[in-house]
């Protein structure tokens, strides 16, 4: 059974950093990109990063870029999300997501894990 | 900034079909790009309804369905139940944008 287990979260003042960890299991994590998508309260889904199997590829929305960095360890079957310069807007869940090869959907979903941003 | 616009809500009664569309631009859904629909339902995080436009992973019921034309695609759930009441987005990808992966605003079905 495919299991994504997110951790980190927790209350923040603005400007400073959190890291957010997602472990895996169920699945050949090394085979499959991965993506981190974060819902602020009340709000709709917003993507935020995407990651390759190997790391060769990564991608960050624009509201994030310069300020999040993604990254993975497969010998840990864990994807991580270091958040640095948080902003209240930052605010959210943010839930790990696994990359269905065949059409790049987002198959299994982990239970998210809360950022708050206050001072 | 969902550039996928969907309508906020749509409500039926048990047993009616709703259709909740799902329109885009020749940047993301008119490019070619495949259409995906996921449920949240209260509380939860969000599940995989519909991938590739019109398949349903293993074990979602055939009371959904998804197509896709031109620029918009559209899901639809016939036989309406009171499980069914919870959010739904459409998800595709945007070669327009450094963004990759853009979700639809999500649409509130409400079973009456």
């Known amino acids: 059974e495919v299991q994504l287990v997110e951790s980190g979260g927790g209350l923040v003042k603005p400007g400073g950093s959190l890291r957010l960890s997602c472990a895996a299991s169920?699945?050949?994590?090394?085979?499959?990109?991965m993506n981190w998508v974060r819902q602020a309260p009340g709000k709709g889904l917003e993507w935020v990063s995407s990651?390759?199997?190997?790391?060769?590829?990564?991608y960050y929305a624009d509201s994030v870029k310069g300020r999040f960095t993604i990254s993975r360890d497969n010998a840990k079957n864990s994807l991580y999300l270091q958040m640095n310069s948080l902003r209240a807007e930052d605010t959210a869940v943010y839930y790990c997501?696994?990359?269905?090869?065949?059409?790049?959907?987002?198959?299994?979903w982990g239970q998210g894990t809360l950022v708050t941003v206050s001072s | 900034q969902s550039v996928l616009t969907q309508p906020p809500s749509v409500s039926g009664a048990p047993g009616q079909r709703v259709t909740i569309s799902c329109t885009g631009s020749s940047s993301n859904i008119g490019a070619g790009y495949d259409v995906h629909w996921y449920q949240q339902l209260p509380g939860t995080a969000p599940k995989l309804l519909i991938y590739?436009?019109?398949n349903r992973p293993s074990g979602v019921p055939d009371r959904f369905s998804g197509s896709k034309s031109g620029t918009s695609a559209s899901l639809a759930i016939s036989g309406l139940q009171a499980e069914d009441e919870a959010d739904y987005y459409c998800q595709s990808y945007d070669s327009s944008l450094s963004g990759f992966y853009v979700f639809g605003t999500g649409t509130k079905v409400t079973v009456l």
């Open positions: 997501a696994k990359i269905q090869l065949s059409t790049a959907a987002l198959d299994y």
């Open positions: 169920g699945f050949t994590f090394s085979s499959y990109s």
């Open positions: 990651i390759s199997s190997s790391s060769s590829y990564i």
């Open positions: 590739g436009n019109s």
